[in-house]
């Protein structure tokens, strides 16, 4: 009996150091009357409120939990479920200053006695922080846009006076035509990294349409904007059914699978012909496509870098390309909440694996 009490005092004294020492707010409440036992000398500083103007109140009598209704709602929520979270919750210090939470409570029997220990986390510079990356991320994104969107233009004009030139003066040298189909390459190379960027700028740009689609026929629609590279490169593209419905943005969907199948015909393998197969089957918590491919293959050192923007593994003598097919992939499924990932055997070919959540319908 004696080592028993003994072990509860020791108990009880770690306990009573984390509760002191711990970098959270921690309120206790008693879970039958909601009048407040004890709070931690961190919720005491966040707040401002002495240890005395908490001790013996109900909640909703104390200054931070002054909205009576929404406290007293929030107490018989976790009378009845338990552990409740608000990863948001706005508290009122001794100063009227708001402040943004994490509230996460559980229930606990102490000596028979029900208690509710809320723990407390001051989340009000995350999220300033938060807000502040995001409308850095739209400026960047609407710049990126217009800039993009405004470089077109004396590109489209930089080519088609050196078109001018080319076919208004045929007496020029052979050295200096050379020159004029290296500044023209250039002008092309320059506009297909352009339309590239403006294409990776809107994705994202706005909420994506979540609806029911037919993969199937976004299938169909990417295999038919790619008819002419199919045709002339001899391709064997095909779907394995079943395709199901999933949600997701139609557009979107169909330009993934669209960048995924092109990318596997562009580095097809040079002694066969190029076979793509699109497939998908249910994995936990959603869809899993797969494109797969008998192509040239990626050494597994590369399996991150080439999600990355303008990250090439490959000359442009050897294959064309801007470096920003991929991470255009990687934006779209990201706007999706999914993931997206390779795996391949150099010289055999690629899978490009990616998944869709079950997420609900948006307008």
């Given at each position: ?45 966040m707040l401002g409120y002495s240890h005395v103007e908490f001790l013996g109140k109900k ?130 190379r320059m506009d297909h990294l352009v339309v590239a960027l403006l294409e990776l700028s ?74 793509v197969q699109v497939s998908c089957q249910p994995c936990e918590g959603g869809w899993k ?75």
């Amino acid at each position: 009996m004696i080592n028993e009490i003994n072990l509860l005092r020791v108990s009880e004294s770690r306990y009573r150091r984390l509760f002191e020492t711990a970098l959270d707010g921690i309120l206790l409440l008693n879970a039958d009357t909601a009048q407040i036992e004890d709070v931690n000398p961190y919720l005491i500083a966040m707040l401002g409120y002495s240890h005395v103007e908490f001790l013996g109140k109900k909640l909703w009598e104390v200054g931070p939990f002054a909205d009576i209704a929404q406290s007293k709602e929030m107490f018989s929520k976790i009378q009845t479920e338990g552990r409740v979270r608000y990863d948001n919750l706005p508290l009122r210090t001794i100063t009227g200053t708001l402040v943004q939470v994490e509230f996460i409570s559980n229930i606990y029997d102490c000596a028979g006695v029900k208690v509710i220990q809320c723990n407390i986390r001051d989340i009000t510079d995350r999220k300033r922080a938060e807000k502040q990356l995001a409308d850095s991320n739209i400026e960047l994104e609407q710049f990126a846009y217009v800039a993009s969107h405004d470089l077109r233009e004396p590109l489209r004009m930089i080519n088609s006076y050196l078109s001018l030139l080319e076919r208004n003066n045929p007496q020029h040298s052979e050295e200096s035509k050379k020159y004029l189909r290296f500044a023209k390459n250039g002008a092309v190379r320059m506009d297909h990294l352009v339309v590239a960027l403006l294409e990776l700028s809107r994705v994202g740009a706005n909420s994506p349409c979540i609806v029911p689609v037919d993969s199937a026929a976004a299938t169909d629609d990417a295999i038919s904007n790619l008819a002419s590279l199919i045709e002339k490169t001899d391709s064997d593209v095909c779907k394995i059914a079943p395709m199901p419905k999933v949600m997701a943005d139609r557009g979107e969907l169909t330009r993934l699978l669209q960048n995924l199948i092109g990318n596997a015909i562009k580095y097809r393998h040079p002694e066969r012909r190029s076979v793509v197969q699109v497939s998908c089957q249910p994995c936990e918590g959603g869809w899993k496509f797969a494109v797969a491919d008998n192509g040239i293959g990626i050494g597994s050192e590369h399996y991150e870098r080439i999600f990355r923007i303008f990250q090439r593994l490959h000359g442009r003598d050897q294959y064309e390309g801007t470096g920003i097919g991929l991470a255009i992939c990687k934006k779209i499924v990201e706007h999706h909440e999914g993931t997206i990932w390779v795996e391949s055997v150099p010289g055999q070919g690629s899978t490009f694996f990616f998944t869709l959540p079950l997420l609900r319908a948006t307008k």
